[in-house]
């Protein structure tokens, strides 16, 4: 069952690398897991970190980093939502930390 890990972020640089961490942990294969990053027209570094994450090679289904030009969550959401393939969609905030098993467990439940 491919799922889908969707995050949006407005300048957010300090606390993506842990929250990367954590998706790189998941014990569910990563070839079914799709990540989406959407990015809210960040000043920081923010939309920089998700294009590295999406280079670096864990073996995901896919990494898409999307770019809202609405500043708001509603319109960042819908494009996350518009960009995910998943049988199963998993909401993530930028500032969580995330146990290893979410994606897995979420497929169980």
Same mark, same amino acid.
């Given at each position: 069952m491919l799922v889908s890990l969707c995050m949006?972020?407005?300048?957010?640089?300090?606390?993506? =690398?842990?929250?990367?961490?954590?998706?790189?942990?998941?014990?569910?294969p990563h070839s079914l897991i799709e990540v989406v990053l959407v990015d809210s027209m960040s000043t920081d570094s923010t939309k920089e970190l998700m294009d590295k994450f999406k280079e670096?090679?864990?073996?995901?289904y896919n990494v898409e980093v999307v770019q809202c030009a609405k500043k708001n969550q509603a319109s960042s959401w819908n494009a996350a939502l518009m960009t995910a393939h998943g049988d199963v969609i998993i909401r993530v905030d930028a500032h969580a930390r995330?146990?290893? =098993?979410?994606v897995s467990r979420n497929v169980f439940n």
């Open positions: 949006i972020a407005y300048n957010e640089a300090d606390v993506l =690398n842990s929250l990367f961490r954590d998706f790189s942990l998941q014990d569910y670096t090679d864990f073996g995901f995330i146990p290893k =098993n979410i």
